[in-house]
């Protein structure tokens, strides 16, 4: 499998995430499992099956969490030096050539992007089209509304 980029902070998130599913999620729907057959007759227990869909969910999600992190190319953009070129990991401000809209945006992995808070995955189309630009280069994006141009005003790894 090939190796995912994911960001210092992102990775820190999913190792909290995990963290949180194995030490206090799991034991939770353990219990919640063991006081269902408590109560009997499992066949029209709803907790019972509400419990074992929710530890499936959690078991599901530790696994997926576990395979993540085990190709994961953990990428520190503060320890970067690529030149005032945009890579992973970069933070980016753009100005609208149309509107002169400001934005900033950061390239990261898929399980880190949100837009609201300007994370930006490394696959979108945004990104793409920032991938090997530099400061003054001109980058369009095919938007739902049309193609947008970008000026890369500022390149940054922090």
Known sequence: MATIPITKRGSEKLKDELHKLKTVERPSVINAIAEARAQGDLSENAEYDAAKDRQGFIEGRIQEIEGKLSVAQIIDPSELD?????????????????????????????????????????????????????????????APGGIKRYEIVTVSYI
């Open 82 to 142: 690529a030149g005032g070129r945009v890579v992973f990991g970069a933070t980016v401000s753009l100005e609208d050539e149309d509107s002169g809209d400001k934005v900033t945006y950061q390239i990261v992995g898929e399980d880190e992007a949100d837009l609201k808070l300007g994370l930006v995955n490394i696959s979108s189309p945004i990104a793409r089209a920032l991938i090997g630009k530099e400061e003054g280069d001109v980058a369009e994006v095919q």
